[in-house]
């Protein structure tokens, strides 16, 4: 399975980007899928979270109100609204696919960078 993120952009504070991350497997409508950021000199963090049906989603506190995770199972793909961009949202964003059935994200894309001027 491979994932592609795309989407990635440098705009200015407030505005908003897209983020979409198609994943190339035949198992993706069962799997739970995430973002997650890594700004520079930090650790990777989650960002947000949505399981196989798109019923349940999980944000972490600081993108809750501006950034929406949503899928299209059709398509194989997951994305990521970000609204109200912040220069604290720079990073560079990868999406994740939780094993069919588990709970870990064992397969990760390749990052799409996100850079957010004031």
């Known amino acids: 399975v491979q994932l592609q993120a795309s989407g990635g952009g440098l705009v200015q504070a407030g505005a908003s980007l897209r983020l979409s991350c198609a994943h190339s497997?035949?198992?993706?409508?069962?799997?739970?899928m995430g973002w997650f950021r890594q700004a520079p000199g930090k650790e990777r963090e989650f960002v947000a979270a949505i399981d196989w049906s798109g019923d349940s989603t999980y944000y972490t506190d600081s993108v809750k109100g501006r950034f929406t995770i949503s899928r299209d199972n059709a398509k194989n793909t997951v994305y990521l609204q970000m609204n109200s961009l912040k220069p604290e949202d720079t990073a560079i964003y990868y999406c994740?696919?939780?094993?069919?059935?588990?709970?870990?994200?064992?397969?990760w894309g390749q990052g799409t960078q996100v850079t957010v001027s004031s």
């Open positions: 994740a696919a939780r094993s069919v059935g588990g709970t870990r994200f064992d397969n």
């Open positions: 497997g035949r198992t993706f409508s069962r799997q739970g």
